[in-house]
């Protein structure tokens, strides 16, 4: 099993950029699949970005492609959300994810990290 930590979010003006870190322990980081989720107020839980295991292949879901890159640093135990030309509809708290398998579906990802807030103001 893995243990996942966010952090990097905060408040920042439409058209800025945040990277969002998701430091993982506890498990092989390199077995995991890694996605990004997010939850804006009164939101369900949406997909934001997933990787591969070797980070070879992303996904992203059609509101934040051309915005955000999803990467990770195996040696690092530590994936990323790079996120540019922010707007107020990306207020929201990300969380990152890890699963065996590959999904982008939240309902199927196994761990989890305790979110981290993303303030963008207009």
């Known amino acids: 099993q893995v243990q996942l930590v966010e952090s990097g979010g905060g408040l920042v003006q439409a058209g800025g950029s945040l990277r969002l870190s998701c430091a993982a322990s506890?498990?092989?980081?390199?077995?995991?699949?890694m996605g990004w989720f997010r939850q804006g107020p009164g939101k369900e839980r949406e997909f934001v970005a997933h990787i591969t295991r070797s980070g070879a292949s992303t996904y992203y879901a059609d509101s934040v492609k051309g915005r955000f890159t999803i990467s990770r640093d195996n040696a690092k135990n530590t994936a990323y959300l790079q996120m540019n030309s922010l707007k107020p509809e990306d207020t929201a708290v990300y969380y990152c994810a890890a699963d065996l398998s590959w999904t982008i579906l939240p309902d199927k990802f196994d761990y989890w990290g305790q979110g981290t807030q993303v303030t963008v103001s207009s």
């Open positions: 506890g498990g092989t980081f390199s077995t995991y699949y």
